[in-house]
């Protein structure tokens, strides 16, 4: 390539980037403008003068909301929490009651009835989400500071150093309404507030930052007192908020005891400012970039907020009753923040007894962010790290994510009270199971039985550890399967360092052991469906069942195909396929009856019966017609090792079906298939009864 065309094709990237970039956009996001201006713009817009508790309200709100009714229970669902601002990387899962409760702490801030004077405590056990509310909450208000609803502005001063004017913003980006002084609030508010309701006034609090106080007094001076002329060497400008640039968002964790220095808070002197200004109480000699500093307008996160030595807890607790910290050497400042600190179950017990929690508990409200104890909830976590996308040469087998699931939720969830109960039952009515004498108002009791539920148990950073070591284990050939998943899970608890007791690492051992069966249970379920899943041969066979169940009921007889002699229903026949789903002698003329009903409701439609309609019916025809077919294909002689020709096409047959219908690959087809023949060979043959 010569010159020329290299320089054409930078041009053309260059150029396409030009296209891509919105300058109108930039210029609104960095609009310049004085105080007179912005005034008229917060009369026009009320909203501009939110305080942060207001905006963050309204910025979860602005992504909408829907209704979901789980149990008889209404919930709304905040669509923010599924994390539009990210394409869903941070989306929170299943935990729709304890955002429900943050949402309502916020709004009831907004309205001023309380919260907003109170730290919001985020409390459950570790690895459940409480990080990743924070985190969407300070990504959320960044990106609503972009958009024309959430905008809000600061300002700067104008400072001539050498005849040369630069400016200094304001170090706490506060609101432009503060330069307005005191006396004139009332007459400014009134003209401002003119024809507007009550809920929509705008309202002037706080005042000005010792650094924004000492350039009002001193321009002040300047200008014999003129407040016209001081304004006109201020500068308004929109303000974008932004965690990496410090601005409106901060986060704490603290260190270690020892080292703890409150400065990290508040702000500390600025000793190369020292020799200019010649004092250390001079506010331009200090660096007001503490986290509460720059978080003024937006949003602090504390992280393990009670590993704070006590000392910062007043700190703390004075941010959020009164809305003031106290620099060094200067006096009280205002600031209009919110405060969200996370904490974990140990953390929290250890304090319980300490008298600052008693101070502390007065002024936090706690909100309980549990484990997900809701397996379809669960499920999703997994599949957004481990789904073919990200998975580049390795195959992940059916259920193998949906087991892992399954024992963390199984650890999370307490025994029921119910006798006849199993956990693995209560986890399959929490996940929307229908089981037979269950209703929607005993799920919501078997809830409300169990107030400690989702707050122990395996975090979700565990499963995921586990299923990452079996995806890079070169065992499977390519291909990782549940038990190569159950294994790793197992062999990890001996080392857990959350794990106390034996007695807990016994029961999740144990918790294992039923998920192991119930993946048995499964997967012989799904073999014998794909053995058993010929259309022709399910319709001829339910054919046949409806003749003899139509004339059974209508006490008629059956031609017989063949002979065309009229004969008696086959009674041998269809028992043999309602045993499959446990129908009982008793029970069989009302089944039957339910099923006529059902093809005579239908016929009044017009629409033709299907057996796929019918869960139930299918699952029974399916089962006799794999018994029928078992003896041809001979499972067991998969373990043989000489399988003739007809077998091993048959055989062929049913792993492409479970290719096909079941998502399996070529290797774990393979291990399923000789998993379950072993299970028949182990005379396993009597039909189980489906847990």
């Not at 016209?228 to 640039?245: A, M, N, P, Y």
């Not at 809830?447 to 499963?463: C, K, L, N």
């Not at 016929?603 to 006799?624: I, M, P």
């Not at 048959?650 to 070529?666: F, H, L, N, P, Q």
């Amino acid at each position: 390539m010569d010159e020329k065309t290299t320089a054409s094709s930078n041009n053309s990237i260059i150029s396409l980037i030009g296209n891509l970039q919105d300058v109108e956009g930039y210029r609104e996001l960095h609009w310049e403008g004085g105080l007179a201006e912005y005034l008229n713009i917060v009369k026009e817009n009320p909203k501009i003068a939110r305080n942060a508790f207001q905006r963050i309200y309204d910025m979860i709100l602005s992504y909408g909301t829907e209704e979901v009714v789980e149990n008889k229970e209404k919930l709304i669902k905040y669509k923010f929490f599924n994390d539009p601002v990210d394409n869903g990387r941070d989306a929170v899962y299943g935990l729709e009651r304890s955002l429900a409760k943050v949402v309502s702490l916020f709004k009831s801030a907004a309205k001023g009835y309380g919260t907003e004077k109170r730290v919001f405590l985020l409390h459950g056990p570790v690895g459940s989400a409480k990080s990743t509310i924070a985190r969407l909450l300070k990504k959320g208000i960044e990106a609503y500071s972009m958009t024309k609803d959430g905008a809000l502005y600061s300002y700067a001063w104008k400072e001539e150093h050498n005849g040369q004017a630069n400016w200094v913003n304001c170090p706490m980006h506060e609101e432009p309404l503060h330069l307005i002084p005191e006396q004139f609030r009332a007459r400014v508010m009134a003209e401002i507030n003119k024809d507007r309701p009550e809920d929509q006034h705008v309202q002037i609090v706080g005042e000005l930052c010792p650094f924004c106080r000492q350039q009002f007094r001193e321009l002040l001076r300047k200008h014999e007192g003129d407040w016209t002329k001081v304004i006109g060497e201020v500068k308004v400008r929109r303000l974008l908020l932004s965690e990496k640039d410090r601005v409106g968002i901060g986060t704490f964790q603290p260190k270690d005891e020892k080292n703890q220095d409150s400065t990290e808070l508040t702000g500390d002197i600025n000793y190369r400012k020292i020799a200019e200004y010649g004092s250390d109480s001079d506010p331009r000699a200090f660096n007001f970039d503490g986290e509460f500093n720059i978080a003024n307008r937006g949003l602090v996160e504390f992280i393990e907020v009670l590993k704070l030595d006590v000392a910062f807890l007043y700190d703390l607790l004075g941010a959020s009753q009164e809305h003031k910290v106290k620099p060094k050497k200067f006096a009280q400042t205002d600031i209009d923040e919110v405060i969200i600190g996370h904490t974990n179950e140990p953390e929290y017990r250890k304090l319980q007894s300490n008298e600052f929690m008693e101070a502390l508990r007065d002024r936090t409200v706690k909100i309980d962010v549990p484990y997900i104890t809701k397996l379809s909830d669960e499920i999703k976590i997994y599949e957004k790290d481990y789904n073919a996308a990200r998975i580049k040469g390795k195959h992940i087998a059916p259920h193998t994510i949906e087991m892992a699931a399954m024992w963390a939720v199984l650890t999370r969830l307490e025994e029921p009270k119910k006798a006849q109960l199993t956990l693995l039952q209560k986890l399959k009515l929490y996940n929307g199971k229908t089981l037979p004498g269950f209703t929607e108002d005993n799920i919501k009791e078997l809830r409300s039985d169990a107030e400690r539920e989702g707050m122990e148990g395996i975090s979700p950073r565990y499963i995921q550890d586990k299923v990452s070591n079996a995806l890079v284990s070169d065992k499977g050939e390519g291909c990782v399967n549940p038990f190569m998943v159950i294994n790793e899970l197992e062999s990890g608890l001996k080392h857990h360092s959350l794990i106390t007791s034996d007695e807990q690492r016994k029961r999740f051992k144990e918790l294992l052991a039923v998920v192991k069966e119930e993946y048995e249970d499964v997967v012989k379920n799904e073999v014998q469906r794909a053995i058993a899943a010929d259309e022709d041969a399910l319709k001829r066979l339910c054919g046949n069942y409806i003749d003899n169940v139509k004339a059974y009921t209508q006490r008629e007889k059956v031609k017989n195909k063949y002979t065309g002699a009229s004969e008696d229903p086959d009674e041998r026949l269809m028992r043999s396929i309602e045993e499959k789903i446990d129908i009982p002698e008793s029970r069989k003329d009302d089944f039957r009856r339910e099923i006529m009903n059902y093809i005579g409701a239908l016929a009044l439609e017009g629409k033709t019966f299907d057996y796929k309609s019918n869960e139930r019916l299918q699952k029974a025809l399916e089962l006799k017609l794999f018994e029928d077919q078992k003896d041809t294909i001979k499972l067991t002689s998969l373990i043989s090792s000489v399988v003739d020709k007809e077998t091993q096409e048959k055989i062929d047959v049913v792993k492409s079906r479970m290719m096909k219908y079941y998502g399996y690959c070529d290797i774990c087809s393979t291990d399923v298939l000789n998993y379950v023949a072993s299970i028949f060979a182990r005379g396993d043959v009597k039909h189980h009864h489906h847990r």
